[in-house]
């Protein structure tokens, strides 16, 4: 479905609050917001539906986290390269990125506020009995898992979330608390720019109606240099910052070097190192060539 592809979404929101950021007393989700996500959770799995751009992600962002976390240990598993690894996926929805890194041999713990995306998840891994033995999948919030696993995670991944989140700091500090000491944490998000608004906001929403008006609040796109501060300002090292575009013509994402629209971060709980770009980032000439539009924003 091109229209509707144009400009997905993942529907797993986290909000926090800033006066007591890990306290479960105060809900950190925003009920409303839910309300309007559980209406598509049945839809996860429909490759050509609604969800079918964070499908056609998983072509990148899935070898990027793999092939990053194999260039930082020594220890390969033939057949299941992420084995020993624990990795948190937040904002899992239905569980399309947690599924293909259980594949890869990954502990994977998947956690979403709500219930529907999580009985989705749940009901799918149940066809392959080696994923339901790698994943479990939790109706929670991210302070929640703060509570309960302080320094447990070896990887969080956060794609297509944290422009949804309403402190983005108090976010990053809790994906601290959780990850080990040299822990990696990798994000997609989309940037705040001129065009971002032209094509998620005005065409996207307002003028195609491919996505419902008011799914996307402009103001919550996450500038890259912005985030790259709120990582090193809380322990982070980055590592790697890529631009990432979406074809919907072709159903396709591809590594490019602007970051005016989608963006994949790659950072080290108090790491330290230089930066590195994915090793499959193609180059201006392949970005000419090859036209795109904006992709999701979570």
């Excluded at 991210?142 to 700091?169: G, N, P, Q, R, Y």
């Excluded at 985030?227 to 990432?244: I, R």
Aim: hydrophobic content about 35%; overall charge negative.
């Amino acid at each position: 479905n091109v229209s509707v592809s144009l400009m997905t979404f993942s529907f797993s929101l986290f909000r926090f609050t800033v006066k007591r950021p890990y306290s479960t007393s105060h809900s950190s989700v925003d009920s409303k917001e839910m309300k309007k996500f559980q209406l598509l959770a049945h839809k996860w799995w429909d490759e050509e539906g609604e969800y079918s751009a964070l499908h056609s992600m998983n072509d990148i962002r899935v070898p990027f986290i793999r092939d990053t976390l194999l260039s930082r240990s020594s220890n390969y598993h033939l057949g299941n390269p992420l084995s020993g690894i624990k990795i948190l996926d937040v904002g899992c929805g239905g569980g399309l990125l947690s599924e293909p890194l259980g594949r890869l041999g990954a502990s994977v713990t998947g956690i979403d506020p709500v219930e529907d995306n999580i009985r989705t998840a749940d009901r799918h891994k149940s066809f392959d009995p080696v994923l339901a033995k790698r994943i479990q999948y939790k109706s929670s919030s991210l302070e929640e898992i703060v509570e309960e696993s302080m320094e447990t995670f070896d990887v969080i991944v956060a794609s297509e979330v944290v422009e949804h989140v309403a402190d983005l700091e108090t976010f990053i500090k809790c994906c601290s608390q959780v990850l080990k000491p040299e822990g990696s944490l990798f994000i997609t998000t989309i940037n705040r720019t001129q065009l971002s608004y032209v094509l998620g906001i005005v065409v996207a929403e307002k003028i195609m109606g491919i996505v419902p008006e008011g799914t996307h609040e402009w103001e919550k796109f996450v500038p890259p240099e912005e985030l790259e501060h709120l990582l090193e300002s809380n322990g982070f090292s980055v590592q790697s910052v890529t631009g990432m575009l979406y074809n919907p013509l072709w159903g396709a994402w591809s590594w490019v070097g602007s970051t005016s629209l989608n963006y994949a971060v790659h950072a080290v709980k108090g790491g330290a190192g230089g930066r590195a770009r994915p090793t499959d980032a193609p180059s201006q000439t392949d970005v000419q060539q090859h036209p795109a539009t904006a992709g999701t924003a979570g």
